[in-house]
């Protein structure tokens, strides 16, 4: 079997790095605002906004994307509005595979980073207010550096799941060569070849490293996180 890969494989595996690249950014600061406003905030319809968050975690993946064609398509509620006014056009191209990937992976990233926030003790945070530090500093001081871990395990996470989409990526951006066929896409349409099994073969073996290496990451900053903690609570 050969192991190097084609120039139709690396560009598969360029373009999904690069689909997950923009998707943690996306969802970056959007998802670390939400997961604190779950884990720190009591609000009416608080378990509406948890499930509404967390609802691409249950809903098919086909569902996910077809919702998000209908939306921001040409035709679309909002993606007309966005094609006459702006002249841009989302669907089947490599910005509606990050628009995909990104509503997938945000509920993980959320429930990641709500843990690792619920995890810090309040009263490090109480403790720095009585000495004059206002909340945004309190937070960007204290909060963010003992929630870190589980920030950038979430980001991991966020970045492999976006590696490994699927189903609304196919159905909101296509599966069009060199514009939209990312890792997984790839490995469907090479599966659907007679002649394609060596080529799927060798990138469901690089889908299975990245996605291993991501978990050990991840569990390796997790517990880097709980170390911290318990750091901190035997120094008080």
């Known amino acids: 079997m050969n192991l190097l890969l084609s120039t139709e494989e690396w560009i598969a595996l360029k373009l999904s790095a690069t689909v997950a690249f923009w998707c943690v950014v996306t969802i ?16 009416w319809g608080k ?23 209908v939306l921001f398509g040409s ?41 690792s926030l619920e995890l810090v003790d309040r009263r490090l945070e109480e403790a720095a207010m009585t000495l004059g530090a206002n909340r945004a500093w309190t937070f960007l001081t204290i909060t963010l550096p003992l929630a870190s871990p589980g920030i950038l395990a979430g980001l ?58 991501a978990l050990m990451i991840s569990e390796r900053l997790a517990r880097s996180l709980k170390r911290l903690l318990s750091t901190s609570e035997d120094g008080r």
Request: no cysteine; aromatic share 10%; net charge neutral.
């Open 28 to 43: 970056m600061l959007p998802g670390i605002a939400v997961a604190w406003l779950l884990a720190r905030k009591q609000f």
């Open 47 to 69: 378990m509406i906004v948890d499930a509404l968050v967390h609802l691409p975690l249950v809903l098919p993946p086909v569902v996910t994307g077809y919702s998000l064609l």
């Open 75 to 115: 035709r679309g509620v909002i993606g007309q509005w966005l094609k006459e006014s702006f002249g841009l056009d989302l669907a089947f191209t490599w910005k509606a595979a990050v628009m995909a990937s990104a509503v997938m992976a945000f509920p993980l990233l959320v429930r990641t980073v709500r843990l």
């Open 156 to 213: 991991i996470l966020a970045f492999a799941r976006s590696l490994g989409e699927f189903g609304a990526t196919v159905t909101f951006a296509g599966n069009t060569e060199g514009e939209t066929r990312t890792l997984p896409l790839a490995v469907y349409t090479y599966a659907q070849s007679l002649e394609g099994d060596e080529a799927a073969l060798r990138l469901v073996g690089i889908s299975i490293l990245f996605s291993l290496g």
